[in-house]
């Protein structure tokens, strides 16, 4: 999900749905929630570990719950958010020991304890600079936030198809146009950076 909200392509939301479907398939456990290390098709172990610690490099499970929280923001699809809700019990004792090792679960957790901004931008046309509205987003802290961003025609079409928030959306009188909304209700959507920021 990060690759799309950076790129606007929607094959990067299409390739993160795939390896979600692939993750859940073969490393998830489905009666404690989260996901093994090894995949179920691996050679018969002890114990299968399900990993949680972020060092240097955050945990497969730690990476793996925020991105269900984000797919689950973008696409709308309430399964996700329920996946990334049960794998964050699975940890749960973990979490409330205050362990400084789960930096990243913690984020995940942060994501689903709030109520996230969802942004959308739309370009009139395949060219529009979505560069100011960016830049004025990029000096805010916004950790729990998705990026949705579209231009009008057969891009937006595609996106709309997968992405509910970019419904109904469109680019207002010819210019980039931001709209800033929590759980679908947005506010009077802008064109001015600076409106925006605020």
Known sequence: PILHEATGELRWLEEAISLHAELQERFADPQGGAF???SNDHEVLLARDKPASDGAVPSG???ALLNLMR???ITGEPGYGKQAEQGL??????LRSGSTSMTLMLCALDFLL??????VLIGPNAKSDLGPMLAS??????????????AEGRDLQAKQEQIPLLQLRSARDEKVTAYVCREGVC???TNDPREFKE
């Open 187 to 189: 506010k009077l959507p």
């Open 137 to 150: 987003m990029s000096a805010l802290f916004l950790p729990n936030r998705s990026l949705l961003r579209a």
């Open 114 to 119: 709030d109520r996230p901004l969802e942004v």
């Open 61 to 63: 499970n730690s990476v």
């Open 71 to 73: 797919l689950a923001e």
């Open 89 to 94: 019990r699975a940890f749960g004792a973990q």
């Open 36 to 38: 093994y290390r090894t």
